[in-house]
């Protein structure tokens, strides 16, 4: 159903991280919403949630570049307020608790209607991030989000979640039409034909069997287990490294959990932008996480058939059919982790063939991006059915 070119969309992005798969995510949306004949108005305080090279008439960019959540909130009151009214918002899309409670607020100011996107559980993200913040303030605020999310669902018209879990969480807390749009990925860019061995040579890795993770380093992707079950995987195979690729809060902090006699088989990259060459050099690819809503790395390493072990969480356990096309473990369970990672690497006919299964699997249920579905939401409150 083509949607006409009247609506006009507001995006309020405050991203704390310059890292994750948000980035993609949102480029895309914003594109392909604009290419559908719908005017996006982006508020952000990054210029990574611009995309610069798919830039056209219908998206307008408002840049509030400040690292300072007050700093930012102060100038967005003001901006946001004025082009909801000039310009005649007709949505505002929010996509973060903060940005979703200043839209609830917003909304009331300029009768535009509101659609949050919950793409992570917020209850638990932001649970493992205070547990795990060291300054004061920041526990403080961590604690207020999930609590300011909770009144931004009620005040919004509709949801949309990246998976069924987060769809039966909103469900209790608003009755507002909820849509479950999962992620998808990029075939053209993630798929087996990628080959490369630029990071094995970079690092000296052409003989050794990689363990990799890509994603950002935070509290909830449970990286400390993944690193500490490595000792028993190279007590088993001297060859095997653990390559983490990303960049994050925790980075040290792992770094100091790293034990002298495995350190040379754990490396840390940091962010790199060579995404898929990095997984074309994975022999298995690890998501131990805590909490999950729907990874795009875990979308991609399946895309490039990669043998995968994720943790039994969120949207993991909506695309992992445990011993079909990856194997699932109990999260934050450093003996199943190391088991699942040997049985991978000593049983590489099997791993191959869950490779094959995710690639396939991705292939047909996870590679055509659309916002179709959001355009059909967006006219759906707007015309109030």
């Not at 690092?203 to 994603?215: A, C, E, S, V």
């Not at 992707?221 to 500490?228: D, F, Q």
């Not at 194997?327 to 088991?339: G, R």
Request: hydrophobic letters at 45%.
């Amino acid at each position: 159903m083509k949607q006409p070119s009247r609506f006009r969309v507001l995006t309020i992005i405050f991203q704390e991280r310059e890292y994750g798969g948000f980035y993609s995510y949102f480029e895309r949306y914003s594109s392909d919403l604009s290419s559908r004949g719908v005017e996006v108005y982006i508020l952000t305080n990054s210029l990574r949630a611009v995309p610069h090279d798919k830039l056209s008439m219908r998206l307008h960019i408002h840049p509030l570049v400040t690292k300072h959540r007050f700093v930012f909130a102060v100038r967005c009151a003001f901006r946001a307020t004025h082009l909801a009214i000039r310009q005649r918002i007709n949505v505002i899309h929010a996509f973060a608790p903060i940005t979703a409670f200043f839209g609830g607020l917003l909304r009331a100011v300029s009768g535009a209607k509101m659609v949050v996107s919950m793409r992570s559980n917020w209850w638990l993200e932001y649970g493992y991030k205070q547990s795990s913040a060291r300054s004061f303030i920041r526990k403080i605020v961590y604690r207020l989000y999930p609590a300011l999310g909770v009144i931004a669902l009620k005040l919004s018209d509709a949801v949309t979640t990246v998976t069924n879990e987060q769809k039966t969480l909103v469900a209790e807390i608003t009755s507002k039409p909820i849509e479950v749009i999962p992620n998808v990925v990029n075939m053209s860019r993630f798929n087996p034909n990628v080959k490369s061995d630029r990071l094995r040579h970079e690092y000296g890795l052409i003989d050794k069997h990689i363990i990799m993770f890509l994603g950002p380093l935070d509290p909830t992707k449970g990286l400390g287990y993944l690193i500490r079950s490595m000792k028993e995987v190279i007590a088993w195979k001297r060859q095997a490294v653990l390559v983490i690729v990303g960049e994050g809060p925790i980075r040290e902090r792992l770094k100091m959990l790293v034990e002298s006699e495995v350190s040379g088989n754990i490396i840390f990259t940091g962010r790199r932008r060579d995404v898929a060459e990095c997984l074309a050099c994975a022999d298995v690819f690890v998501l131990p996480s805590l909490t999950e809503g729907s990874s795009n790395a875990l979308l991609e390493a399946m895309a490039m058939a990669k043998p995968i072990v994720a943790s039994d969480v969120g949207g993991n356990r909506d695309v992992i059919l445990h011993g079909v096309n990856g194997i699932l473990i109990k999260p934050a369970n450093v003996q199943e982790l190391s088991l699942a990672i040997i049985h991978l690497l000593s049983k590489p006919e099997e791993a191959q063939k869950l490779g094959r299964n995710a690639h396939q699997y991705v292939l047909e249920k996870r590679s055509l991006f659309t916002t179709q579905p959001i355009v059909d939401l967006y006219g759906q409150i707007s015309s109030g059915r």
